[in-house]
């Protein structure tokens, strides 16, 4: 299994954006994670298309950006448009699913469901053979630096059965509370794309933080299973 890590710029400081990032690339990141929050779905108001914009421009890597927003269809061609080459949203707020994951994989990116921790995987039964990933939240969304809800791991357990049984051989992403204790634990059970924003970027070395993550991820998914 291929492994892939995220850092979430959402922990990283905003007066020194580029060069967090760039650390993050050096340190071997395979994406870069962007929040956006809109201060009612989450309790929290981030940034919106025209920062992503401006990190498209510096970022080596593709843009993976999680929508945390009450009417993610209104801004799904903003943010593609900005350089998001991945795009999620929440099953939560959306009663037409099937209709917005389709409008985002006609706008050329890859489409995603986030599931909040109080979300049944059973909400996405429907929607198993469509989506081109997963993303299981392992705290509640909008703060960084939570601690990880340790039920995830059966949850990315049950996402990965659930994708399996409709033939989609889609990746779990998992965001939450992940850094070097505890990130084998979710590799083992499913997950492929590791998103981490305080176990980057506040030990103050996001270089070392990224490849000592990523390195304890790729040794877990070398494990037989």
């Not at 209709?99 to 050329?108: D, E, F, M, Q, S």
């Not at 890859?110 to 995987?121: H, I, K, M, Q, Y």
């Not at 176990?199 to 877990?220: Q, Y």
Request: net charge negative; glycine share 8%.
């Amino acid at each position: 299994m291929t492994v892939q890590i995220a850092p979430s710029i959402l922990s990283a400081d905003f007066a020194a954006l580029g060069e967090a990032i760039a650390a993050a690339e050096r340190g071997g990141a395979d994406l870069i994670h962007v929040d956006v929050m809109d201060g009612h779905f989450v309790p929290n108001i981030t940034i919106g298309p025209p920062v992503v914009k401006s990190i498209k421009r510096i970022a080596k890597v593709p843009l993976d950006v999680h929508l945390m927003i009450e009417e993610p269809d209104r801004y799904l061609e903003a943010f593609v448009e900005a350089g998001a080459s991945m795009l999620s949203v929440h099953v939560e707020v959306l009663p037409h699913l099937h209709r917005t994951v389709h409008a985002i994989k006609a706008l050329g990116a890859r489409a995603g469901v986030v599931l909040n921790p109080s979300t049944p995987v059973a909400a996405l039964s429907e929607m198993a053979a469509d989506v081109d990933y997963v993303l299981v939240m392992s705290v509640n969304p909008g703060f960084g630096g939570q601690t990880f809800i340790p039920r995830s791991e059966s949850k990315v357990r049950e996402v990965r059965a659930l994708l399996d049984r409709a033939g989609n051989r889609a990746p779990i992403e998992i965001d939450g509370g992940i850094d070097r204790h505890n990130v084998a634990r979710v590799v083992a059970a499913g997950a492929s794309i590791i998103v981490a924003g305080s176990a980057v970027f506040h030990g103050g070395d996001p270089e070392r933080a990224t490849r000592e993550l990523k390195a304890a991820a790729l040794a877990a998914a070398s494990v037989p299973r």
